[in-house]
């Protein structure tokens, strides 16, 4: 069962209604949003593995929505499939120069749109299975467990490496420090709760004006964001 995290954003209820329940049928994790102001509050938190987008909403259209996902660093990996009543080559034309990764016109059948959605998403994976993450000017690479600054080495150790990388796979979200002790220990680095502190005051020092991104969460953990809190 695939358990990826779809947003649809579809004004009208009864076919959300169709879509969520034969989606979730399916296995996949959905949350529905009428309106672009309450998705864009939810991606805020979390980050879904693919938006279903209809394009004729209230307030922000799906165009302007996807202009703005593609256009912060965040989120403008995320893939995007619209779904809309408009059929001109014209409209097609519109929805793929907004970043649309897939375009179905309606109506269209449940099943058309997984199979869609299976698409886009092995797609994306094959695209992304790169040993390279980059974010601004820092970059991570995962076969020489190296990490650089505008291409120049940041001396890092395993430890700290393994964390940055799990930072950046989970921006914005908040990781306790079981969390950051767990998946160190898949690795089989035995470690706990202060000398996870200590790893990360190492980190934050050695990424320079990177380090500010590793926010304390008092009392919980830590998260990487790029926000201004």
Not at 28 to 33: A, L
Not at 55 to 64: A, E, F, K, Q, T
Not at 71 to 91: C, G, H, M, R, W
Not at 184 to 190: E, I, K, N, P
Request: glycine share 6%; aromatic share 10%.
């Amino acid at each position: 069962m695939d358990r990826s995290l779809i947003y649809i954003v579809e004004d009208d209820m009864d076919l959300a209604d169709i879509l969520i329940f034969n989606l979730e049928k399916e296995g996949f994790e959905v949350k529905h949003f009428t309106n672009g102001n309450d998705f864009f509050k939810a991606i805020e938190q979390v980050l879904p593995d693919i938006v279903v987008l209809d394009i004729m909403l209230p307030g922000y259209d799906g165009v302007r929505i996807s202009k703005i996902i593609k256009q912060n660093v965040l989120y403008k990996d995320i893939p995007i499939i619209f779904l809309t009543a408009k059929s001109e080559e014209e409209d097609k034309i519109e929805g793929f120069n907004a970043g649309a990764d897939d375009y179905i016109t309606k109506p269209f059948s449940s099943k058309e749109l997984i199979a869609r959605i299976r698409a886009v998403l092995n797609r994306y994976k094959k695209i992304h299975t790169s040993s390279k993450l980059k974010l601004e000017n820092l970059e991570i690479d995962d076969d020489r467990m190296e990490a650089t600054i505008d291409g120049k080495p940041i001396n890092l150790t395993k430890t700290e490496f393994r964390i940055l990388r799990y930072f950046l796979d989970n921006i914005d979200k908040i990781l306790t420090r079981d969390k950051i002790i767990n998946m160190l220990w898949s690795y089989g680095t035995d470690i706990n709760d202060r000398t996870v502190d200590v790893h990360i005051k190492h980190l934050r020092d050695k990424l320079g004006d990177f380090g500010k991104y590793i926010k304390t969460i008092r009392g919980v953990g830590y998260k990487f964001s790029l926000k201004n809190e």
